[in-house]
């Protein structure tokens, strides 16, 4: 089994910044691609960026420049640090994590529970 647990959520004012923390356990034999996607009341999910295990980065167009991720691959976790926060950033954010799995070395994708960021004055 493999969980994914996101942390740091919370209120922030326009302007401000969060750090969110997302790690992956379980029996883990590899992790790949790790991931942070947001979903805003009314809409669709989306991606906001994801990291490789060799840190290659990728990001949405309406966070480029503000957010920077980050990962730990000793430790399964990957971090996103979010600066010049706007209320359209307010959103539950949701880490996505690429794993393989033992002990039956099955690849497949995992989804934390999320975290909510609210920005607001």
């Known amino acids: 089994q493999v969980q994914v647990v996101e942390s740091g959520g919370g209120l922030v004012q326009p302007g401000g910044s969060l750090r969110l923390s997302c790690t992956a356990s379980g029996r883990i034999f590899r992790t790949y691609t790790m991931g942070w996607y947001r979903q805003a009341p009314g809409k669709q999910r989306e991606l906001v960026t994801t990291?490789?295990?060799?840190?290659?980065?990728n990001y949405a167009d309406s966070v480029k420049g503000r957010f920077t991720v980050s990962r730990d691959n000793a430790k399964n976790t990957v971090y996103l640090q979010m600066n010049s926060l706007k209320p359209e950033d307010t959103a539950v954010y949701y880490c996505?994590?690429?794993?393989?799995?033992?002990?039956?070395?099955?690849?497949?994708?995992?989804w934390g529970q999320g975290t909510q960021v609210i920005v607001s004055s």
């Open positions: 996505n994590a690429d794993v393989v799995s033992l002990p039956t070395m099955s690849r497949g994708n995992y």
């Open positions: 990291v490789s295990s060799s840190g290659n980065t």
